[in-house]
Structures are given as C-alpha cells and as structure tokens.
C-alpha cells in the first residue's frame, strides 16, 4: 500500500464525486453496508471518497496508517494483490468544510471487499473498535463509485 500524497490528480478524482453514479454511505455502518452499497467493484476499477472533519484528519490518517501497515504485512494473497493497487491520495482543497482522501483500486479484484473496517476487523480484531470509534467520528460521509475503463 502506497502512503497518502496531495497530488493534482486527486483535485480531479474528487469532481468526480458528484456524479450521479456515486453512492453515499452514513459512516456509521461501513461494516454492515448492504450488498448494493458494499465496497466491492465488479467493474475492475473504483474509488472511494472519504469526506473527513478538518479538524479529524489526523485521526484518519492515523487509521489509514494503521490500515496500510496490516495490509502491507498480510500474508493473504487476495490482500496482497488489493494492497499492490491501492491508492491513496488526500485533496490540496477543502470542499463543503471537508478534508477529502480518495482512495483508487485499478485494478480492482473483483468480488474483493475494499471496506477499510472490514479489512482492519479481519487483520487486528483487538484493535478494531477503537480504530472504528476514531473512523466514525472523523467521516462526514463516504461515497463509492465503480469505473468502466474507457481506453
């Protein structure tokens, strides 16, 4: 897994949160998101835009930290696979009071669960409430979208 950076690319990635094929999900149940709002691409690509409190934002880093450390190490082959594309960048702007990370899975492995939450359930099951309590309290809301390539 790659540490977050403010590239320009991710300004761009984040206009893209406003079209209609986004979903939004209430951080408050990324655990247990219903099957159409899962975190999961069956297109082979998808992002994940993460709007966080400024004033939170160390606590999800903190959290995104903790997230690539357990993946980075996982001897899973299905997580080492979805660490080697993920990607994890954070706005130079703030939008609507929000600090935004977008995180990109291309290629995403399909039927692979990319829920952060899950994944740190699985990896430090001792750890995972507190590191949920910090997520919970840092997000405004989470938005998915799944990409078709177009070349």
């Given at each position: 897994?790659?540490?977050?950076?403010?590239?320009?690319?991710?300004?761009?990635?984040?206009?893209?949160?406003a079209?209609?094929?986004?979903?939004?999900?209430?951080?408050?149940?990324?655990?247990?998101?219903?099957?159409?709002?899962?975190?999961?691409?069956?297109?082979?690509?998808?992002?994940?835009?993460?709007y966080?409190?400024?004033?939170?934002?160390?606590?999800?880093?903190?959290?995104?930290?903790?997230?690539?450390?357990?993946?980075?190490?996982s001897?899973d082959?299905v997580?080492?696979?979805?660490a080697?594309?993920?990607?994890?960048?954070?706005?130079?702007?703030?939008?609507?009071?929000?600090?935004?990370?977008?995180?990109?899975?291309?290629p995403?492995?399909?039927?692979?669960?990319?829920?952060?939450v899950?994944l740190?359930?699985?990896?430090?099951?001792?750890?995972?409430q507190?590191l949920y309590?910090?997520?919970?309290?840092?997000i405004?809301?989470?938005?998915?979208?799944?990409?078709a390539?177009?070349?």
């Amino acid at each position: 897994m790659r540490r977050i950076v403010p590239p320009m690319i991710a300004c761009v990635l984040v206009g893209l949160s406003a079209a209609p094929a986004a979903r939004t999900q209430d951080p408050a149940a990324p655990a247990s998101a219903p099957a159409a709002q899962a975190y999961s691409f069956s297109t082979g690509a998808g992002i994940l835009f993460f709007y966080v409190r400024p004033d939170r934002t160390a606590d999800f880093e903190a959290v995104v930290a903790r997230l690539s450390e357990v993946l980075d190490a996982s001897q899973d082959p299905v997580r080492k696979q979805q660490a080697s594309s993920w990607r994890m960048f954070r706005s130079a702007e703030t939008v609507k009071e929000s600090a935004i990370y977008v995180f990109s899975f291309d290629p995403a492995l399909p039927g692979a669960d990319y829920d952060p939450v899950k994944l740190l359930a699985e990896a430090v099951p001792t750890e995972a409430q507190a590191l949920y309590e910090k997520l919970k309290a840092a997000i405004v809301r989470v938005e998915r979208m799944g990409l078709a390539r177009l070349r």
